[in-house]
T-cell receptor
Framework: EPEVTQTPSHQVTQMGQEVILRCVPI?????FYWYRQILGQKVEFLVS????????KSEIFDDQFSVERPDGSNFTLKIRSTKLEDSAMYFC????????????FGPGTRLTVL | DQQVKQNSPSLSVQEGRISILNCDYT??????FLWYKKYPAEGPTFLIS?????DKNEDGRFTVFLNKSAKHLSLHIVPSQPGDSAVYFC????????????FGKGTLLTVNP
């Protein structure tokens, strides 16, 4: 069964450093998403991406965040200068027709900012 | 700003009995509701959904009920099995956004053998 994959599974970084979280969506999917879950809190929407541009973003997704689809398979989330409060699980998701029920989630990357 | 609320952080049920997970929402523009299941070290997986034009949707052991006037939905699992033990997230979409899911905090369901 096709699945969304994410690397690394755990990333530890120093405050102020840049991190890039990587995702490989399901191959025929066209819509891509990032969500995050701070420990003990709800899963929060960050951004959606379609046709090589951001289609929607939340207030969390400020100038420190960027997304990119550098090639035909990867979808990345970059945090330019990490803060302690960026520590969270980051989930990538993808869907084919943009219907929310069709969003397939990856296993997540745990980001720890020290 | 908790637009989707799951007020029970945990629920423990005996195998074979019914599990009822509850969810409330505040945004009346939500028109599509979903339940996700999450095991440790995995991402959320879609379980069942319901459109706001319906009040019930059933899929095998899983049934979702929607009470729009009360802005309340519930997930029933009958009979519960130990493999159902996981965190269950309620999520909603709509209100002008086709892509964004708004999640609740989740309920940890433990089904005891």
């Amino acid at each position: 069964e096709p699945e969304v994959t994410q690397t690394p599974s755990h990333q530890v970084t120093q405050m102020g450093q840049e991190v890039i979280l990587r995702c490989v969506p399901i191959s025929n999917h066209l819509y891509f998403y990032w969500y995050r879950q701070i420990l003990g809190q709800k899963v929060e929407f960050l951004v959606s991406f379609y046709n090589n541009e951001i289609s929607e973003k939340s207030e969390i997704f400020d100038d420190q965040f960027s997304v990119e689809r550098p090639d035909g398979s990867n979808f990345t989330l970059k945090i330019r200068s990490t803060k302690l409060e960026d520590s969270a699980m980051y989930f990538c998701a993808s869907s084919d027709w943009g219907r929310v029920a069709d969003e397939f989630f990856g296993p997540g990357t745990r980001l720890t900012v020290l | 700003d908790q637009q989707v609320k799951q007020n029970s952080p945990s629920l423990s049920v005996q195998e074979g009995r019914i599990s009822i997970l509850n969810c409330d929402y505040t945004n009346s523009m939500f028109d599509y509701f979903l339940w996700y299941k999450k095991y440790p070290a995995e991402g959320p997986t879609f379980l069942i959904s319901i459109s706001s034009i319906k009040d019930k949707n059933e899929d095998g052991r899983f049934t979702v009920f929607l009470n729009k006037s009360a802005k309340h939905l519930s997930l029933h699992i009958v009979p519960s099995q130990p493999g159902d033990s996981a965190v269950y997230f309620c999520a909603a979409s709509g209100g002008g956004s086709n892509y964004k899911l708004t999640f609740g905090k989740g309920t940890l369901l433990t089904v005891n053998p």
